[in-house]
């Protein structure tokens, strides 16, 4: 079976689309959310160094996955959009911004709370912490500049080169606790060797990280409906949705 890619690319077909797969995505999310939790904070053996404090990692650790992996997500969509000029490319980009800024700000909250008793400062001029928190005022640029300009087609040009160019961050992110003598520990997880924790604190991070990813495509779905009910509201499929239809009789 041939899945047609391009066929999807109009809002008029993804917009059903993502109104059959947002429901099963948040139900999903639900459910890996709260297996993680029970793992991470009720099975998860406590940790020798760092006691019960280290739990918070549950939440960290993929709130900051998330908010690089969105932004990357952000820039594809851009140079897709730019490349193409396609009118969903734009909203997706829209779509997926609050949503990393939340990841991002999340990420930033628990590594404080983590910070403060190993540390003993809730903010360090960190390399890592650095470079997440200037990727969360690129995700509060990106919206802004988005609002702020009437033409929403000029909008998504400008907030897709916003997008693309500050994707050089996320590496940066990433590689800060190799690049510099950072106060950040080294990654909890990695691709290259074994992972540096008890097989049980591995799969709750790793359900609490998929329970964010299904989350994020849920609420993702869910919000590009409504811009494209917004953006393509003098359409007559748009009229002639029941939602629509209804609220305009």
């Known amino acids: 079976m041939t899945i047609r890619w391009f066929h999807y690319a109009a809002p008029q077909t993804f917009y059903g689309l993502a109104g059959r797969l947002w429901p099963w ?41 998330m908010s690089m992996i969105i932004y990357l997500a ?14 969903l490319s734009g909203m997706m980009t829209r779509a997926l911004a609050p949503t990393g800024a939340m990841f991002a700000f999340l990420s930033l909250w628990t590594g404080a709370l983590w910070g403060k008793p190993m540390w003993g400062a809730w903010w360090v001029w960190d390399a890592r912490l650095t470079s997440e928190l200037i990727l969360f005022f690129l995700y509060l640029g ?14 998504d040009r400008a907030g897709a080169l916003i997008a693309i160019v500050g994707a050089i961050n996320v590496p940066i992110i990433y590689f800060s606790v ?14 290259t060797r074994s992972p540096s924790m008890a097989q049980l604190m591995l799969w709750g991070m790793l359900l609490m990280a998929l329970a964010f990813w299904a989350y994020t495509l849920a ?15 003098h359409a007559d499929w748009v009229k002639a949705l029941p939602e629509v239809a209804g609220v305009a009789s």
């Open 74 to 87: 952000m820039a594809f969509w851009s140079v897709l959009g730019l490349t193409f000029n396609t009118r």
């Open 142 to 155: 990106y919206m802004a500049l988005t609002s702020a300009i009437d033409d929403v087609r000029r909008a």
């Open 178 to 191: 190799k690049w510099w003598n950072t106060l950040h520990q080294g990654a909890s997880v990695s691709l």
């Open 25 to 65: 995505f948040a139900a999903v999310s639900m459910v890996l959310a709260l297996a993680g939790l029970w793992i991470g904070f009720g099975l998860a053996p406590t940790d020798a160094q760092q006691g019960e404090g280290y739990r918070i990692i549950f939440v960290h650790v993929p709130a900051s996955w």
């Open 219 to 233: 609420i993702v779905c869910y919000r590009v409906r409504s811009l494209i009910i917004e953006r393509e509201r």
